[in-house]
């Protein structure tokens, strides 16, 4: 692909070839096409590579990009900067930007839009001057695109580009939900439903962390060698279970439930057999330590006194044996899978009051401008195994087979090279 010079195309349009679905179902179509340059607040970038995860059967979100140039009021970015995309946004302005307990910007809050999150307009047109949707403020299958500043992080650490690409979505979001939602510590215990790209980050997060044992829950086999290589200890194929619920093949694996589930597929079934697996209430008894003084008075009749001794007697009995109960459940269970049929999910609301908790994730609780730097960082230093995940690599003009490999289940990851 040629490199345009941002002298040039600066406030101009380019024109690029970019994959286009035309229909539902049908594999896309490479077209030329038209890119606007970018307006207030946004960035126009060139796609050097970009991969797919398994929701980019229905949205793309994997690049990894230079700019090409800026718009108006642009200070944190400049012509040349290697750049990634994200879905979701992070403006380091806002309540919830600026708070440890979320990730979710307020300011533009994630919603599937159709154009920009500021104006709702579009910056792509086909060749017959149509306009072309933008999706998930990415659209990265396109050799050039426009992203507002908030959902554009800069790498400066000297990362090689196919492994950058990775942290835009699906390895951020598990080490992420390892590291920030959960907070898995050394020793625990985990069970991880979905051994693809995220779920397999999830052991890798929680593997660094110091986990003591990892289960990984998937219905192909060879997801169990593929797993040790990111940290899974163990591994149950819930058709090999026989009848017995995977819930209780955990339960007996880990003294009683795992501390820590993840569901990494987006089926509200797998959900609930998350929420099953992890650890349920321990019983904590303690003896009461209460005393009864008994009184009579010497002018009680017999029969009267007698009986009060009796009654005293009993009472002493039941508070001497009284204990207090108290219950302690710490199982955790992190929903990463988005539901792909909109089904509801049901829960025991006794295992709630009991201790249990569930919560939900995007992205992990990563806030990309700062935490995909301190990941990328982290690769570079060896801590993370990026290369792990790269199974396959494409042209652009191979895209559909991209496609193939993920929903035969060949891939993890398949990078995608628009100069190739």
């Not at 718009?71 to 302005?93: I, Q, S, Y």
């Not at 992190?334 to 995007?362: N, Q, R």
């Amino acid at each position: 692909m040629e490199i345009k010079n941002p002298s040039e195309t600066s406030g101009k349009a380019i024109r690029c070839k970019a994959a286009v679905c035309r229909n539902p179902g049908e594999p896309l179509v490479i077209e030329e096409i038209e890119v606007s340059p970018p307006k207030a607040w946004e960035v126009r970038i060139k796609i050097l590579c970009t991969s797919l995860c398994h929701s980019d059967v229905t949205f793309w979100k994997m690049p990894l990009d230079v700019v090409e140039s800026i718009g108006e009021h642009v200070e944190e970015f400049k012509e040349g900067d290697l750049v990634v995309p994200v879905f979701l946004a992070n403006c380091e302005e806002c309540r919830d930007c600026k708070s440890k307990k979320s990730n979710v910007c307020s300011k533009f809050p994630f919603k599937v839009y159709e154009g920009m999150p500021r104006d709702a307009t579009g910056r792509f047109r086909d060749s017959k001057g149509e306009v072309l949707h933008h999706f998930l403020f990415v659209s990265s299958f396109s050799e050039y695109t426009v992203v507002d500043i908030t959902h554009l992080v800069k790498i400066t650490s000297g990362i090689a580009v196919d492994k950058a690409c990775l942290l835009s979505c699906g390895v951020s979001t598990g080490v992420g939900a390892a590291w920030k939602v959960a907070d898995v510590e050394a020793g625990s215990t985990v069970a991880i439903f979905g051994l693809g790209a995220v779920g397999l980050a999830v052991a890798e997060g929680a593997s660094i962390r110091g986990a003591s044992k990892i289960i990984g829950v998937d219905l192909n086999k060879e997801k169990f060698e593929i797993g040790k290589k990111f940290g899974v200890t163990d591994f149950i194929n819930p058709s090999e279970c026989g009848e017995r619920p995977v819930h209780e093949v955990i339960k007996e694996m880990t003294d009683g439930g795992a501390d820590y589930c993840f569901e990494c597929i987006g089926l509200a079934s797998l959900m609930g057999n998350a929420f099953d697996s992890c650890r349920p209430v321990s019983l904590s008894l303690s003896l009461s330590k209460w005393f009864l003084i008994i009184v009579t008075r010497p002018d009680m009749k017999p029969k009267t006194r007698v009986t009060h001794l009796m009654l005293g007697f009993g009472l002493a009995f039941v508070n001497l044996i009284a204990f207090s109960v108290r219950l302690e459940g710490w199982g955790k269970t992190v929903i990463l899978g988005v539901e792909m049929h909109g089904s509801p999910l049901s829960i025991d609301c006794y295992e709630i009051i009991k201790g249990k908790t569930i919560t939900g994730s995007l992205f992990g609780g990563i806030k990309a401008k700062s935490d995909i730097p301190l990941l990328a960082q982290k690769y570079i230093d060896k801590e993370l195994r990026l290369d792990n995940y790269i199974t396959h690599e494409v042209s652009f003009q191979e895209i559909n087979k991209a496609f193939d490999y993920l929903l035969q289940g060949k891939s993890l990851r398949c990078i995608i090279w628009m100069d190739k």
